[in-house]
């Protein structure tokens, strides 16, 4: 599976940006699709993560701001993100989980396929 992230850029504080990520593949449907990110001089952490049900998952930081969702005929999934805060900057990854017994949404160590990233910066 490759995963392609665009939608990145530069916006001041409280506006939004919509990320994308297309996914090779015929299986993209039944993966676990998740939003990560990484600020400068910080370990990556999850944003947003979305089953394969469409049952949707967030960081504390970023609820009520941000909204993932996807779109199984374009293999694709967003995430939308408004009232951008200054922290929020960072480069983001999308990355895909394949189905397994056992799911942890939250956790980068149980995805499988990465994105290239790419960089959100919120300006105050």
């Known amino acids: 599976v490759l995963l392609q992230a665009s939608g990145g850029g530069s916006v001041q504080a409280g506006g939004s940006l919509r990320l994308s990520c297309a996914a090779s593949?015929?299986?993209?449907?039944?993966?676990?699709m998740g939003w990560f990110r990484q600020a400068p001089g910080k370990e990556r952490e999850f944003v947003a993560g979305?089953?394969?049900?469409?049952?949707?998952y967030y960081a504390d930081s970023v609820k009520g701001r941000f909204t993932i969702s996807r779109d199984n005929v374009k293999n694709t999934v967003y995430l939308q993100m408004n009232s951008l805060k200054p922290e929020d900057t960072g480069v983001y990854y999308c990355?895909?989980?394949?189905?397994?017994?056992?799911?942890?949404?939250?956790?980068?160590?149980?995805?499988?396929?990465w994105g290239q990233g790419t960089q959100v910066t919120v300006s105050s």
């Open positions: 990355a895909a989980q394949r189905p397994r017994p056992t799911t942890v949404v939250g956790s980068q160590s149980t995805y499988d396929y």
């Open positions: 593949g015929r299986t993209f449907s039944s993966y676990i």
């Open positions: 979305i089953r394969s049900d469409g049952f949707t």
